[in-house]
Each structure stands twice: as C-alpha cells, then as structure tokens.
C-alpha cells in the first residue's frame, strides 16, 4: 500500500504536503487521487469555479497551461462557453457559462450595497441607473462594445464619462443579468447572459452555499476559512456555514496547518501518497500574472516568502506579475 500523508482526519500538514497538495489540487500536478482531471478549457474552468481575470490574457494562459492545451481558452471564450464576468470581490473572473448566475447571486449583494453608496459621489440616481440599464438590455441580446454602451447610456440623459460608465457596468455585472461577450478587437463587448447561456445552474440559499465550498476546497485546499473569505468576498458567517455544509457533505475534512492553523482539505487528498507530493514538487513552473496559485488565498505565506511581495505582487497599483514556482515556492520570475 502507498504511503499517504492525510489518512487522518486531522492529520498535521509540513509546508511541502501543503504546498504539494495544493499543486495537485489546483491541476499544477498529477495524482491518481483527484478523482478527476479536465483536459478541456471548460473542464478546467469548472473545476477552478472561478479563475482571477483582471488581466484577459494571462486568465487565459492559466487555464490553457492546466489543460495543456494551446488557444482553447481564448475558443471556449468566443463560443460563450466560458465567460468573464464580475462574479466576486467586484473584480473579473472566468467562469463555466452554467456557473455565472448563481455564483454572482451568491458572491455580489455586499459589492452591489457599497456600489449603490457610491453613486451620489458619481452623480448618479436610481432613475438614471434604472434607465441605464433598461437601454443596454433592450440591445444586449447581441454583444455591445463598450463605447456603444456608453452611447446607449448617453442617449437616455446618463452622462458616462468620469467613470459613471464603468462603474454602471459593473454594477450591472454584479446583477448576474449582463456579462461580458467575446471581446470585439481590444474592445470589451456587454451581453445579456440569458442570450449567451441557455442553461444556468438554479442553486441559491445553503445549496449555493455548499456548491461554492465544495469546489473552491477541491480546487484549492489546503486553505483556511479566512481564504475562502477573501476568494469569495463573503462575510464570516456564510463562510462558517458553508464549511458546515461541506463538511457534513462528506466531500471536505478539517486538517492542522504547517503553523498549527486550522485548514480543509477536499477528501479525496487523503490518498495522495508521498511519493506523489515529491512528483508535485520536482518541476519548476512559470505562471502567469495573478494565477490562481497565490491570488486563491489570503495568507500567501505558505507559498511565497513575504520579501517577495513587492517584486510579485501586489505593489501600490494591486498588480501581481508571473511568476516562477519552485518546490512549491513562488518566486521572481
């Protein structure tokens, strides 16, 4: 029988389980214990839930590299089955089509609260939101540029500029109503997603909840509540009961982390085997700017030595650049 490092249930993790384990989890690295590995861009991306695309390009490349494939991403993209949207935190993420709505349902309402308090400061009023809104998904059913957008919001007395139309489209984003559609050159284009995806998964409330857990441990675990936090942009009490859900589910179990820290892996790391942490840990990689390997957590500390913080990311403008994983450890590309 292979020797394995997580056959307890509260088994106390060494900062090269972890990191291996997050590796495998996060389809960096092999293991006959995942019970499942996507060779699809789409099949990635339903695994990763949702995947850190402020920079287009770069969310790309990471799906491409864990798929191994070249280009299907930026296809999947263009056919509107993976789609980049506001999902969570009031930042871009691509998604599975069929994961978008509930997702942003569950992951926006505080983004779209602190939203709403900042329109007076934009010159903003629920009229005019309300008429800004009901333009673009009269014409949304095809994508729309963005300068159109901000044309159509125009024509109804909404003055766009001074980032009264960036900041309407992504709080229209947070609605789960529009997403973007596949960019138009460098052009980000606005489309209802009703139009583009036919079937959205009808999870809400504690089913949500678990959905979100589950897949966000699976792909990322070993993390801490306070990194599922951070990800989703949740408060600490979904978070608690999520964590519950997923527990009672079977499908996650609690683990003491390299510092003592209470963690979760997903179950099916038990079986992963030393000899496969060591495989996990020999390649050296290249990922790209604002991978999910550090931007899935809010202590990076466990992957990347804090000196390196400013040379990778984030600096004064939030930007986090590629970088080189050895051993499990992100350094300096």
């Not at 006959?32 to 695994?47: I, L, Q, S």
């Not at 930026?74 to 089955?81: Q, V």
């Not at 709080?171 to 606005?190: L, M, N, Y």
């Not at 942009?233 to 609690?254: D, F, K, N, W, Y």
């Amino acid at each position: 029988m292979p020797a394995t490092i997580l056959g307890a249930m509260t088994a106390h993790l060494t900062l090269d389980h972890l990191r291996g384990v997050r590796l495998i989890a996060q389809l960096l690295a092999p293991s006959t214990a995942r019970p499942h590995t996507p060779t699809t861009a789409v099949g990635v991306t339903k695994h990763m839930l949702a995947t850190q695309a402020q920079n287009r390009p770069a969310s790309r490349m990471a799906i491409d590299l864990r798929s191994g494939t070249q280009g299907g991403t930026a296809e999947a993209i263009g056919s509107s089955l993976l789609i980049r949207t506001w999902s969570q935190r009031g930042t871009h993420h691509l998604l599975a089509a069929e994961d978008v709505r509930w997702m942003t349902l569950l992951c926006s309402p505080r983004i779209l609260a602190a939203s709403a308090k900042r329109r007076s400061s934009l010159g903003l009023d629920s009229a005019a939101v309300d008429r800004a809104r009901d333009i673009l998904a009269e014409r949304a059913k095809q994508p729309v540029p963005r300068t159109e957008a901000y044309a159509l919001f125009a024509s109804v007395g909404v003055d766009p500029s001074e980032n009264r139309g960036q900041h309407l489209l992504r709080h229209f984003g947070g609605e789960g109503t529009i997403v973007q559609g596949p960019p138009q050159g460098a052009e980000d284009t606005f489309v209802l997603l009703d139009s583009v995806c036919v079937l959205s998964l009808g999870l809400e409330g504690d089913a949500a909840l678990e959905e979100m857990t589950v897949r966000y441990v699976r792909a990322r675990g070993a993390a801490t509540a306070k990194d599922l936090q951070w990800w989703s942009g949740l408060t600490v009490a979904q978070v608690r009961r999520g964590l519950e859900l997923a527990a009672r589910s079977g499908e996650i179990h609690p683990v003491t982390g390299p510092h003592g820290e209470s963690m979760w892996m997903p179950s099916w790391a038990r079986d992963v085997t030393d000899a496969e942490i060591c495989q996990a840990l020999e390649p050296e990689l290249l990922l790209p700017a604002f991978d999910e390997y550090l931007l899935s957590y809010s202590d990076r500390s466990h992957v990347m030595d804090m000196e390196h913080s400013t040379t990778i990311g984030p600096g004064k403008n939030g930007v986090f650049r590629a970088f080189r994983v050895v051993a499990g450890e992100a350094l300096p590309a």
